[in-house]
């Protein structure tokens, strides 16, 4: 639930309006020194220079003061597995082995309500954590998992996506729903929680692998019912899995040609991996404005690829960047940043730390578009934030000594931070970590 308490959060605040090209591009984003955020309501109800904001306050609105540390909104993070908080750091080789060897074993345990309530515990836990506010989530193919998500979400007043994952081929039989089945339940679901608080239901084909055309078509179907719903999906993410999905669907040009002819891409649709991408599927990307889901940590754990921002963006494409657990190594957005500039450098393409921090903020936010409502300080949106400390520990500290400037603190977070830089999280004006 949101804090309806009016307070002033007093910090050093930055957010942006759009990505910033370089630490001179001062119009690309807002830094005040002695800063302060109006929370009422579970919103923003103003934002600026402490004296003013102060000014504008009722007597006696409580102050917290975060001095000297960051304020930005809190972190989004556009492709998690609920059911995988368990999977996580699980040697395997690469992808289709390390799903049928530790993935599918541990969603079916899901079946269990119970096993999803604790696990949702924990695994909001960890989000909160390390800042992240809100996700974009794939349960498991069982309907009590998707409540088991949403009912904690509501619980702590977090905005977050998520849907129930289909599947009805290619895994083990408890796992496997049939087509008509998927849409049954994941309409259901939909109308039991999109729109219902902050939530946000994702129609959720696990990928073409595993989902026969009946299904994807059902998956379409149901987007075309409720046009205003997310879908998710995985798509190019490793050689074997695109020379499988071709052999399953032959009459498609590419993998990317099964999605778009069951009408499954849209501003809506995150494709998670795109790493081997051909130019006609760039191409179809960008004219559905469908968005590429970079997953850095999972994608070097797996062995899959190197994902390629520039050429992406060059071909109009949109992007977002996620942690993909269990694939994914940590909660964290900061070490998440960490691999993804790490995977761009090795392509000679330089990541600047500004332009790091839009991305997990205002950048994923307009990559689910929902930028009217999080990733940005804006007075009138969600109070959703993160406050963050560059010197939580000694090797951070000792750095911080010889910085100079915004960007070094921000690349000092984003190479050695983690859950201790994260000195709280606030969801709609909610202090959740402490």
């Not at 074997?240 to 669907?249: F, K, S, V």
Request: glycine fraction near 8%.
């Amino acid at each position: 639930m949101a804090d309806m308490t009016p307070k002033i959060l007093r910090g050093r605040l930055l957010s942006f309006s759009t990505a910033p090209k370089g630490p001179d591009d001062t119009d690309a984003y807002s830094y005040i020194e002695d800063g302060a955020l109006l929370l009422r309501g579970g919103k923003i109800a103003a934002c600026g220079e402490f004296a003013d904001v102060a000014a504008t306050a009722d007597e006696g609105t409580a102050i917290i003061d975060h001095r000297p540390h960051l304020i930005l909104p809190g972190f989004i993070d556009t492709h998690i597995h609920f059911p995988q908080a368990q999977v996580i750091a699980s040697w395997a080789d690469q992808l289709l082995d390390w799903l049928n060897d530790y993935t599918f074993p541990a969603e079916m345990k899901f079946a269990d309500k119970a096993h999803g309530e604790r696990i949702a515990k924990a695994f909001y836990d960890a989000l909160v954590a390390h800042g992240t506010t809100t996700a974009s989530a794939y349960c498991s193919s069982h309907p009590a998992s998707v409540d088991a998500y949403f009912e904690e979400a509501e619980r702590r007043g977090m905005l977050m996506l998520g849907g129930k994952t289909m599947m009805d081929r290619n895994a083990p039989a408890d796992l496997c729903d049939t087509a008509q089945s998927a849409y049954d339940d994941s309409k259901a679901l939909l109308k039991k929680w999109n729109g219902r608080g902050r939530a946000h239901y994702v129609v959720t084909p696990r990928f073409a692998i595993t989902s026969t055309p009946g299904q994807l078509e059902a998956a379409g179907t149901l987007l075309r019912e409720y046009p205003d719903c997310h879908l998710q999906t995985h798509i190019n993410e490793n050689h074997n899995e695109i020379a499988y999905t071709l052999e399953l669907y032959p009459e498609a040009a590419d993998y990317l040609g099964v999605y778009e002819g069951f009408g499954l891409l849209g501003r809506k649709t995150l494709l998670g991996h795109c790493i081997h991408m051909n130019d006609r599927e760039l191409g179809v990307m960008r004219e559905t404005g469908s968005v590429a889901v970079f997953c850095p940590t999972s994608n070097l754990f797996l062995g899959s690829g190197l994902f390629n921002k520039a050429g992406l963006e060059q071909a109009g494409v949109r992007t977002a960047i996620a942690t993909d657990v269990g694939g994914g190594t940590n909660y964290s957005m900061l070490r998440t940043l960490d691999e993804g500039y790490k995977v761009l450098q090795l392509q000679r393409q330089r990541l600047h730390p500004l332009a790091c921090f839009h991305w997990i903020t205002l950048g994923n936010a307009e990559a689910l578009s929902l930028q009217d409502r999080i990733g940005t300080l804006e007075p009138g949106t969600d109070a959703d934030l993160v406050v963050l400390d560059a010197r939580a520990t000694q090797t951070m500290a000792l750095r911080m000594e010889t910085a100079e400037s915004l960007s070094e603190e921000l690349f000092v977070l984003q190479t050695l931070g983690d859950d201790r830089a994260v000195v709280e999280t606030y969801a709609a004006g909610k202090a959740l970590k402490s």
